[in-house]
């Protein structure tokens, strides 16, 4: 007798239920970003990858949640964060390119970054030697100056909000990118966050 192989189907009581599609995949948002797929959740909001029909540059866009998209309290203080994430112009820090409202919806657009954070390698890897720590810890001191000289200071400087890039530039580089601080009042850290570069090699 033959065995049979067994099924690849799991029984429908076992099945997980699929998500349904966001219905904002495919949406375009101010008439020039074209909503490419989600990157993140919040419990303030969405962040998403979008495409600027106009130029064909991927970007990150944010969004805030519908309820609070129409609190003026929330977008007054949203688009404070933004006003002066778009003032940081160091080589180091990521841009913020636009913010506005359309067809209901509040978002902030800025560059999209590739990368994993800095407390995700530390948990993997362990400690690192001290040179690489120094160049890490030069860049973040580099992003934070500007920082505070614009009256911006970081309330939740941590490696969970320090991202890790690598890129060709001839030898292996790191770009270390580190989130600005969360407004007073605002308990979700990663939707009023802004990356900022800084780059070591090794």
């Keep these: 007798m033959v065995a049979r192989p067994p099924s690849s189907s799991a029984p429908a009581s076992l099945r ?3 998500r ?6 495919g949406r375009v948002i101010a008439d020039r970003y074209r ?3 989600p990157l993140g959740r919040g419990g303030m909001g969405v962040v998403y990858r979008v495409e600027h029909l106009r130029i064909g540059k991927l970007m990150a866009m944010k969004l805030l949640s519908g309820e ?7 977008v007054r203080r949203f688009k404070r964060e933004a006003l002066a994430a778009s003032r940081l112009t160091s080589v180091n820090t990521v841009q913020v390119w636009d913010f506005g409202h359309a067809d209901g919806l ?4 800025m560059e999209l970054v590739h990368g ?3 407390g995700r390698v530390l948990r993997r890897e362990g400690a690192m030697p001290w040179l690489r720590v120094a160049k890490i810890a030069a860049q973040v001191c580099n992003s934070l100056i500007e920082a505070h000289a614009r009256g911006i200071v970081h309330r939740d400087l941590k490696p969970e909000n320090l991202l890790l890039v690598r890129a060709d530039l001839g030898e292996t580089h790191l770009f270390v990118k580190r989130l600005h601080p969360r407004p007073t009042n605002f308990p979700d850290a990663a939707l009023f966050s802004t990356w900022c570069a800084v780059t070591t090699s090794g």
Aim: hydrophobic residues 40%.
């Design 16 to 18: 997980q239920p699929e």
């Design 20 to 25: 349904a599609p966001d219905p904002l995949v």
């Design 35 to 37: 909503v490419v797929a």
């Design 116 to 118: 994993e954070d800095l």
């Design 106 to 109: 509040t978002y902030l657009v």
């Design 68 to 74: 609070l998209s129409r609190d003026r309290d929330v």
